[in-house]
């Protein structure tokens, strides 16, 4: 690929090398931009700068772009927390950390990856980028997650998710004391079209959305909460929660404190759903992880 050579305007002095290129080649994801970055393929005045480089205006940047990595799960020797497995399936207890599948500036380290290597072929229904998820959870979520072996089992269970007969139980502490003993919350989930890592409940339009909760403990500032989702949207617990003044602690994008955590107190405790091939009911239960435990110790003081 052709580089791109960018000239700094004397306007821009005091901008970051990253602030500069994220705002002049729009067409290129931050996460791209990022990773050339730190590969080198970027050069102010013929030297390869880091991110945070303060520009002074009238340096001469040169772009050389690399093709992305081909999004498909490669398999890597990586250690998987296995909770139930059997013919059809197989539910993983993720690590706060870890990201589900291949994307933009994650083609290492996955969840998929760890799996094709355990187990060699899953279903194809998700594609070569997602082989065998039926769901996901975000990074920073530990939990049980739902990984289909078979085409066959990947359509039943694709089938129990949107008849809602999936049973999703997360626990997650919020900051500051929720008003009652429990609630529901329906409002729409969207794109947040100012902050597009963000959703948001604010706009008329959405996809409809429910999560219910109950107090399980109240411990200084915060409220520990069992929430259960009756829909998969993308943050729908961060942002229904942080939608009644109760962001999730450690949830710095929905407006939570920050803290040296590494990681939001939200994890994914408990699924039920019928076996694709048995029809019986199958519960399995993912522990509390050791550092929400620690951080639980933390909040009581």
């Known amino acids: 690929m052709e580089p791109i050579i960018l000239s700094v305007p004397a306007a821009n002095a005091g901008w970051r090398l990253d602030q500069f290129l994220r705002a002049d080649l729009k067409d290129y994801s931050r996460a791209r931009l990022q990773e050339w970055i730190r590969a080198g393929r970027v050069t102010v005045n013929g030297r ?24 498909s799960a490669v398999a890597e020797d990586i250690p998987l927390d296995i909770l139930y497995e059997d013919s059809d399936v197989v539910a993983v207890n993720k690590p706060a950390g870890m990201v589900v599948h291949a994307g933009a500036g994650a083609h290492s380290g996955t969840l998929t990856n760890a799996l094709v290597h355990r187990f060699g072929a899953l279903s194809a229904v998700g594609g070569e980028m997602r082989p065998g998820i039926v769901h996901r959870i975000d990074k920073l979520t530990s939990g049980v997650l739902l990984v289909a072996r078979t085409d066959a089992a990947h359509r039943n269970l694709a089938r129990q998710f949107v008849s809602r007969t999936v049973e999703k139980t997360y626990i997650a502490l919020v900051c ?22 963000r959703m948001t409940t604010r706009l008329a339009a959405g996809r409809t959305a429910l999560t219910e909760y109950k107090v399980l403990r109240r411990i200084g500032k915060f409220t520990l909460l069992e929430v259960r989702i009756g829909t998969g949207r993308t943050h729908q617990i961060r942002v229904h929660l942080a939608s009644i003044g109760h962001t999730v602690a450690g949830d710095r994008l929905y407006g ?7 990681r939001f107190f939200l994890h994914a405790a408990r699924i039920a759903f019928d076996g694709p091939s048995s029809g019986e009911r199958i519960v399995v239960e993912a522990p509390l992880p050791a550092e929400l435990e620690e951080w639980m110790r933390k909040v009581e003081g």
């Open 48 to 71: 390869a700068e880091k991110a945070s480089h303060a520009l002074h205006g009238g340096e001469r940047i040169e772009v050389s772009p690399a093709a992305p990595a081909p999004l």
């Open 176 to 197: 500051g004391g929720i008003a009652g003993e429990g609630g529901r919350i329906t409002k729409p989930i969207a794109r947040d079209p100012a902050r597009r890592t």
């Open 256 to 262: 939570a404190p920050a803290d040296d955590s590494g």
